[in-house]
């Protein structure tokens, strides 16, 4: 019995990890394509994980929110924070700090 246990639980935890991964991954290319179009520069090619929640969406099913940070640059001389927001696997927002624009 307690086999079947551990064996489920292992099983719940890399179906969690491969979940995570998947939106990690949409996240990234998300901002990647929006740095891309305010001709910002996506420093260091990661979003990081800042907080998760379960919400339900507009349907009422639960999913797990996500809020990922991420750093850019629009000179290339400094470095803005910028934030994303998931639900699932669907991008609720993105929002970047104020920045200089360059001239």
Avoid at 33 to 41: D, G, I, P, T
Avoid at 52 to 69: A, F, M, N, T
Wanted: hydrophobic share 50%.
């Amino acid at each position: 019995m307690i086999d079947i246990f551990l064996i489920t639980l292992l099983l719940l935890i890399g179906f969690y990890w491969i979940q995570a991964m998947k939106a990690r991954d949409v996240a990234f290319m998300a901002v990647a394509r929006y740095c891309q179009k305010m001709s910002v520069m996506l420093l260091d090619e990661y979003v990081a994980l800042n907080g998760q929640w379960l919400k339900r969406d507009e349907d009422g099913v639960l999913k797990i929110w996500r809020s990922y940070q991420f750093e850019f640059s629009s000179t290339g001389n400094e470095r803005y924070n910028g934030k994303i927001i998931m639900l699932g696997h669907k991008v609720l927002s993105i929002q970047l700090e104020p920045y200089r624009i360059q001239e």
